[in-house]
C-alpha cells in the first residue's frame, strides 16, 4: 500500500542535560486514504505507549502539520488530509515534509521527515489540441521541425518519457534532451510535393513511464508551401542569461538574434515566444517580435522560481516563411528581500523560581526563505536576562533555557524579545517577543519588623485583654505567604508564656491573668510565625515585656506600732528638753517604687501647734520650743503618712507625747527599757526581714535587666549608685534606656530638666540624653525610717 521506509536517524542527543532529540525519516506516496497509517512513531522511537498521553505525545510544528497527526493512544503517525505532491511540491525532485514530535516527562523532542514519493496520477497534456506546422515544398530532406512538448506534473519515471508519431512515409520523430525535458522534433524524411499534396495529417502522443502509463495526442497539420528555401538560423541555439531578483519592469534580459540568407522579405526576422511557454511566464517576460529583445513585465521573485526556460522562435517573412527556434534559459539571482520568520513552542507558560540552570523553557525555530548568506540566520536574545538560546544539532533550531537562578521577589515577569537576523547585505531581522512568567516557590521567611519586641504594660491589666500585637510579612505569593502565629511554651509552673493567648490569624496577643509589679517585674517570651507553604517556613523574635507600677498599695507604719499591731505609741520627755530636740520618728513603708512609693509626712492632728514640728520628708518630730509650767503635760500627734501617686494612698499613726519630770523620766527610762526590750527587737526583726526581702527582690531585677540588656541590640549601660543626695527619705529612683530615650523611675529627688510622661502614674520620667557624658544608670537603694 505505501512505502514506509524508517531510515532511523536516532542521533539521540542531550541538550541542556534534559532534551533527547531524535530523528526519522518515512516515505509515503501521494494520494492514499485520510487515515491511512505511515509508521509507528512511538514503538521506532522505543517509547513506552501507555505512558504516551500522559507525556503529551504531540506534533508541535509548522502549517503543514495539518496533513499528518499522531495517535496518543498507540503512537501511529497515520495522513490527516489528502497528499497531492504536486500541490505541495510543484516539480521538485524530493518533496519532504518535516515534522516535530514532542513528549514530556522527560522533554524530547524528535524530528521526523515524510517524503511523499510521486504517484502517476497526471496524463501527459499538450498545450493546444492541435498544431498547424507550413513547411516549404523545396525543403531539403532532414529539416527538422520542434513540435509542442507535452507537460505532466508527476515527476522522474511518471513524467513524459517518449513521443511517437503516427505512421506515414514523410516524416519521423526525433528526440532531443535538454535539460530534464525532451523536445520533440518533426524530420522531413524527403521531398514534399504541393501539387501532389497540400496538406498532411500526422498524431503525436506522448506517453509517461507510469505503470499503467498514460499518454495525450496533438493533431499535427502540415501545410506544404511554396518556396522560401532558406530557413534563419540564431546565433546560439540555447542563450543563458543570470537576472537579477526584483530587477525593474523593463529591465532588459537578453536579446536573441536570427539571421536568414534569403533577401528582401524572405530574411526579414519575426520573434515570437513557442506555443507552449506557461501562460504564468508570459506575465513576468516579454518579447519584442522585431529587435528580440526580453524584458521583464513582471515581479520576478526567486522563492517562487529560480530559473525559467523560454522558447523563442524567429521567422522570416517569406513565401512560405521559414521558422527556427532557440532556448533561453534565465536564472534568477536571489537577493537578501524576505525577512527570518521565528515559531516559538512554549513548553510552559510559567517556570519556577527554583527551575535549574539548563531547564528548557521554548523550542525556537528560524526560517529564511532566500537562499545562500541571505537564508543563514543568526538568533539571539534581548541582554541581561536569565535565559539563553542553545543550538540544536539542527539547523536554525534553539532551545530556549535558563542559564541562571531566577528570582520571583526580584522580577515575576520577562518581557524578551528574540532577534533573528539573517547574513545578507544589508541584514533583515525580525523580532518576536515571548512572556515569561515566574511561579512563586516557598523560599522566604516571614520576617518582623523588629526584634526584639519591647512591651511596656502597667500593672493590675484586664484578664482576657489585648496586649500587644505582633505582625510579620512574607515576600512570597498566596499560601506561601500567609503567615500563622504561635507562642513558644515551655512547660512547667512557672512558664508566665502559658498565661498568654494569641490569636493564630493576626498576631493579637492577650494576657489570661493580671500581673503585679510587686510580683513580677520583667519577662520574655518568643512568637513564632511560620508560612502555609509546603514545606513552611517560620522566623521567630523576643517578647521583651516590662511591668509597670501602679499606686496600688498604702503606705505601712513600721512604728510606732503597739503590741495589738495598731500604729499608736507613746513618747515620754523630759519637761526641760531644749528646742529642736528629737521625741520620735515616725517610720513608714511602701511596697510601690517612684513617686508612687514616694512618702510624705504631715502632721493631721496635734494639741498645740506651736510646740511639736514633723520633718515631711524624714519623719522626725522634734520640739519647737521649750516647755513652760502651763503646757499641758500630755499631747497627741496624729501623722498622716501618704504617697504621691495620681491617686495618694495613705495612712496615720498616733503618737501620744507626756511630759514628765527630769528624774521621772529617767526613772520611767530604766522601768521602760526592759518593757521595751522585746519591742524593739520584735521591730528590728520585722525590719531586717523587710530589707532583706526588698534587697533580693532588687537584686533580681538588676540581674534581670542586666541579662536582657545583654541580649538587646541596643547599646546601654546601668549602673546602680547610691543617691548622693540621700537625706533618709524612703526613696527609690531607677533609670534605664530604651531606643533612643532615656527613663527614670523616681522618688523624692528628680533632676532638673525632667519632664513627666502623660500616663505614667507620675512616677517614671523622660531625661535628657546624657550619654555622650555619662551611659550610667543609677538608682538610690531604697532605706525604712
Known sequence: MMSCSRSLLLSLLFCCGELILAQIKYSTPEEVRVGATIGNVAKDLGLDVSTLINRRF????????????????????????????????????????DLKIVVENPLEIHYVTVEITDANDHAPSFAEKEKVIEIAENTLPGARFQLPGARDPDVGINSVQRYKLSQNDNFHLEIRDRGEDKIPFLVLQRHLDREQKTNHSLILTAIDGGTPPKSANLNLTIRVLDINDNRPVFSKEVYSVVLQENAALGTIVTKVQATD?????????????????????????????????????????????????????????????????????????????????????????????????????????VADIDSGLNGKVICSLTDNVPFELKPSFKENMFSLVTKEALDRETVSLYDISITATDRGEPPLSTFKSLSIQVSDVNDNIPEFSHSPLELYLTENNVAGASIISVSSSDKDLNDNAAVSYRIVREGGHNDIAS???????????????????????????????????????????????????????????????????SAEGVEEIPRNVNAGHLVTKVRAYDADIGYNGWLLFSLQQVTDHSLFGLDRYTGQIRTLRSFTETDEAEHKLVILVKDNGNVSLSATATVIVKLVEPKEAFAASDVKSSAKVDDEDNVTFYLMITLGSVSVLFLISIIVLIAMQCSKTNDYTSKYLQETNYDGTLCHSIQYRSGDKRYMLVGPRMSIGSTIVPGSHANTLVLPDRRRESGEVSTAFPRFL
Open 58 to 97: 504531540r506534533i508541535v510544528s509548522g502549517a503543514q502539520d495539518a496533513l499528518f497527526e499522531v495517535n496518543p493512544n498507540n503512537g501511529v503517525l497515520y495522513v490527516h488530509k489528502n497528499l497531492d505532491r504536486e500541490q505541495l511540491c510543484d516539480r521538485n525532485g524530493a518533496c519532504l515534509m
Open 261 to 365: 540568407l534569403d533577401e528582401g522579405t524572405n530574411g526579414d526576422m519575426e520573434y515570437a515566444f513557442g506555443s507552449d511557454i506557461n501562460s504564468n511566464v508570459l506575465q513576468l517576460f516579454s518579447l519584442d517580435g522585431n529587435t528580440g529583445e526580453i524584458r521583464v513585465n513582471g515581479q520576478i521573485d526567486y522563492e517562487t522560481a529560480d530559473v525559467f526556460k523560454l522558447d523563442v522562435q524567429a521567422s522570416d517573412k517569406g513565401q512560405p516563411p521559414m521558422t527556427t527556434d532557440c532556448r533561453v534559459i534565465i536564472k534568477i539571482q536571489d537577493v537578501n528581500d524576505n525577512k527570518p520568520e521565528i515559531d516559538v513552542t512554549s513548553i510552559s507558560s510559567m517556570v519556577p523560581e527554583d527551575s535549574k540552570q539548563g531547564t528548557v523553557i521554548a523550542l525556537i525555530s
Open 499 to 565: 498565661f498568654l493567648n494569641i490569636n493564630s490569624y493576626n498576631g493579637q496577643i492577650s494576657a489570661l491573668r493580671s500581673f503585679d509589679f510587686e510580683t513580677l517585674k520583667t519577662f520574655q517570651f518568643q512568637v513564632v510565625a511560620t508560612d502555609s507553604g509546603t514545606p513552611s517556613l517560620s522566623s521567630n523574635v523576643t517578647v521583651n515585656v516590662f511591668i509597670l507600677d501602679q499606686n496600688d498599695n498604702a503606705p505601712v507604719i513600721l512604728y510606732p506600732v503597739s503590741s495589738n499591731g
